[in-house]
């Protein structure tokens, strides 16, 4: 689904990601960890279009993203669903009017059908009947739930995810993770979720992947992640253990 191959990014002389290469696989749900100032939150503005690569490419599907115009590359968007770390919601709009927000601006669906759609999407993310609700009303939880319910809007085959446990307590966190694994069973969607909680990272992933100081250091399925011995993973994993 999503092909990165030998792609850097540099701003001015400083090397943000060096050489990536990275294949996420259909369906598959994988975490990106880092620490700050990593590189982790550059390479998800990569895989989502809103920079280009200083070098190397980047592929959605059968699409090759990098050197594509804006109009070029909001018809690839369509195919993906966004997941902010604070949400982004606007104040100012209803929950259902959050939701249908692509919809109106990017689709000739009628009023109906789009009111159709925003049920459905707020009772898959288990939010039923809070269309009317003003963001203000809702929880830092109930919020992120929204903003999914719009990412899922387009039906998307990628979703991604910014910090989706940032600014949550503990079971809170744990609910939204329940339901980013659930979303991609129901739907089959690819998943990426750029974290840098390790206990979410190992609840919701297939893979994890790490990046430290702009050099992806290691890919690997949960467990075996977890058995690695280089000191920068470990840190990582000091407080999974």
């Known amino acids: 689904m999503i092909k990165i191959k030998n792609v850097s990014k540099f701003f001015g002389e400083k090397a943000a990601l060096k050489n990536i290469n990275l294949e996420i696989a259909d369906g598959e749900t994988l975490a990106v960890i880092g620490g700050s100032g990593s590189g982790k939150s550059t390479l998800l503005r990569l895989m989502i279009g809103l920079i280009q690569p ?7 599907g059968d699409d090759e993203i990098s050197k594509m115009n804006e ?5 690839v968007r ?28 990017h689709t000739d669906y009628d009023e109906d059908t789009i009111k159709k759609i925003v049920r459905e999407k707020l009772y898959q993310v288990g939010l039923e009947g809070v269309e009317n609700l003003m963001p203000n009303e809702l ?15 387009f039906n998307p085959e990628i979703i991604f995810y910014d910090e989706p446990s940032s ?35 190992c609840r919701i992933s297939d893979r994890i992947a790490m990046v430290y100081e702009g ?7 949960v467990e075996n992640f977890k058995r690695l011995d280089d000191p920068r993973i470990r840190d990582f994993f000091r407080l999974t253990d």
């Open 215 to 221: 050099d992806l250091i290691a890919v690997d399925t």
């Open 167 to 201: 600014g949550l307590d503990p079971v809170t966190t744990t609910r939204i993770d329940e339901l980013i694994v659930k979303t991609q069973k129901d739907l089959g969607v690819t998943s990426v979720v750029v974290t840098h909680d390790m206990v979410s990272a």
């Open 54 to 60: 200083s070098s190397g490419e980047i592929w959605i």
């Open 71 to 75: 109009e070029e590359m909001n018809r």
């Open 78 to 105: 369509r195919r993906m669903g966004m997941v902010f770390q604070y949400s982004a919601l606007f104040d100012s709009m209803t929950v259902g009017d959050n939701v249908a927000f692509g919809l109106v601006e």
């Open 139 to 153: 929880s830092g939880g109930m919020k992120k739930r929204v903003s999914l319910a719009r990412a899922l809007a």
